[in-house]
């Protein structure tokens, strides 16, 4: 049986899909994991000024991916945008870059969400080191079985899962509004001044945990193949997810300081529960846990779905290990792939602090995915001009410049995690020049036959 290409992923999922597949891949247990991070960081009441930031740089960054994910509608996202923007010379380079690093950053995503998940479980059964990194690794084993499927089974699932995830953020905020006990204002007050340079670096630091919480805006175009009437509804769920989320991450945020003192929640390792324990009681604490661990095990399906395809596109296109490019013969999904993603997750999972994991993923990404195609971007519109677009970015170039800026500003706040992510690129160009030229192309070999 021969390797199958792209061109055989079926277009089978609609607007109302991809927008759940974004939204509970932008949840996750990011906000519920990084609220206190980000109080701690910033040290006062204008943390929440890190979450605009935050929702500022997700809508400039979601103009570009609208743009390239509108045009060039296909599985593996920013492989075929960055292979495309930088021609036939730098592309191929480019998005090399881009799989290779998607091979590490991908499964930090996943064991971050499984580690935030353990945290939550530890909140209803107690539990030992070794026994949060057990239940860690098997969240991450049951998501891979439940992507074993048909990308239509899997478009149904997704939207299931977000309404599980918009039914608990509901609940927070309108408990919040509803118990309000101490008065919030996240303007400046005393002595606090609002744009000095140490307040700038304090929104910069604490905007690396901001930005993780909202990242997946773009993982509908990861799934390009998979979407139906593309050149509409890529961008139209890219800004409907980015809109929505914003304003629910601000709610619970100020649902959740008008309830528990911001100086007292940015002590609590379980925010969230510690938050409905004051409202409501133990009881209905413990089922506010249960419903986080469903948002976190719904941002796992939706991250591994998402990323699964991009070493598959690089494979089909020649481009990465062939192995990478099997579509399963009877379900037609990158099987090897997922396994991949699935098994990295799991052992990242039980080996790395989550602090750690979150600045890493952003450190990886911010060069050679987000700057490097808001550059391409440009070129492209250089080269064959606007004429054939589905969506044209809005206020060009304003959201490239302004992109690309406060990108370098959260690269540069990451502080020394931004060497690793130097070091990883350069290790991946070393591969890439070491190793080009010897990749089997599509159809040079078969897919073994699954029993």
């Known amino acids: 049986m021969p390797i199958l290409s792209v061109e055989l992923m079926k277009r089978e999922i609609s607007l109302l899909q991809a927008t759940s597949i974004n939204m509970i891949d932008m949840v996750g247990i990011g906000p519920f994991v990084t609220m206190t991070i ?26 570009i991916w609208s743009e390239l994910g509108a045009a060039y509608p296909l599985a593996g996202g920013s492989y075929n945008f960055l292979k495309e923007a930088y021609g036939p010379k730098r592309g191929p380079l480019m998005s090399f870059l881009f ?39 098997a969240v991450v084993v049951l998501v891979v079985l439940l992507l074993y499927r048909n990308i239509r089974e899997i478009g149904k699932i997704s939207v299931l899962i977000w309404s599980g ?46 930005i993780y919480s909202y990242l997946g805006y773009y993982n509908v175009c990861h799934l390009g193949s998979d979407i139906k009437d ?52 133990p009881r209905m604490a413990s089922i506010s846990a249960v ?30 290990f062939p192995v990478f ?31 750690h994991a979150i600045s890493a993923i952003l450190a990886m990404r911010i060069l050679v995915q987000f700057i490097a195609q808001a550059v391409g971007v440009v070129m492209l519109r250089r080269r064959k001009g606007t004429a054939g677009l589905p969506f044209k970015m809005w206020l060009y ?44 192309k599509p159809g040079a070999h078969n897919v073994p036959k699954i029993n």
């Open 397 to 440: 170039p304003l959201p490239v410049i302004l992109s690309i800026g406060i990108w370098l500003f959260i690269w540069y706040s990451t502080g020394l995690v931004a060497v690793f992510g130097l070091v990883l690129a350069l290790i991946g160009a070393i591969v890439f020049f070491l190793t080009r030229g010897r990749w089997t």
């Open 291 to 320: 419903l986080i661990l469903w948002i976190a095990f719904g941002s796992l399906f939706a991250v591994l779905l998402g990323y699964s395809r991009v070493p598959y596109a690089a494979a089909a296109d020649g481009q990465f």
């Open 165 to 210: 995830v918009i039914i608990t953020i509901l609940w927070i905020i309108i408990s919040g509004f509803t118990h309000q006990r101490v008065s919030y204002s996240c303007l400046p007050s005393g002595g606090q001044k609002m744009f000095s340079g140490a307040f700038g670096l304090l929104i910069g630091q604490a905007s690396v945990k901001t």
């Open 99 to 137: 799989v290779w690093q998607t091979c590490l950053q991908a499964p930090l995503v996943v064991a971050s969400a499984a580690i935030g998940f353990s945290d939550y479980f530890g909140y209803l059964i107690p539990l030992a080191d070794w026994e949060r990194k057990a239940v860690s690794a």
């Open 325 to 355: 490019a099997w579509l399963h013969p009877r379900k037609e999904f990158p099987y090897i792939s997922l396994l991949f993603m699935g098994a990295l997750g799991l052992i990242l999972s039980v080996t790395v602090p989550l602090k």
């Open 38 to 63: 980000v109080m701690q960081t910033v040290g006062s009441s204008l943390f929440l000024w890190a979450w605009i930031f935050g929702a500022v740089t997700a809508l400039m960054d979601g103009m």
């Open 230 to 281: 593309p050149g509409r509804n890529i961008p139209r769920s890219i800004f409907i997810s980015i809109i929505c989320i914003t304003v629910l991450y601000l709610a619970m945020n100020l649902s959740i300081v008008r309830v528990i003192p911001w100086q007292q929640a940015m002590l609590s390792k379980t925010i969230v529960a510690d938050f409905m324990r004051t409202i409501y009681g």
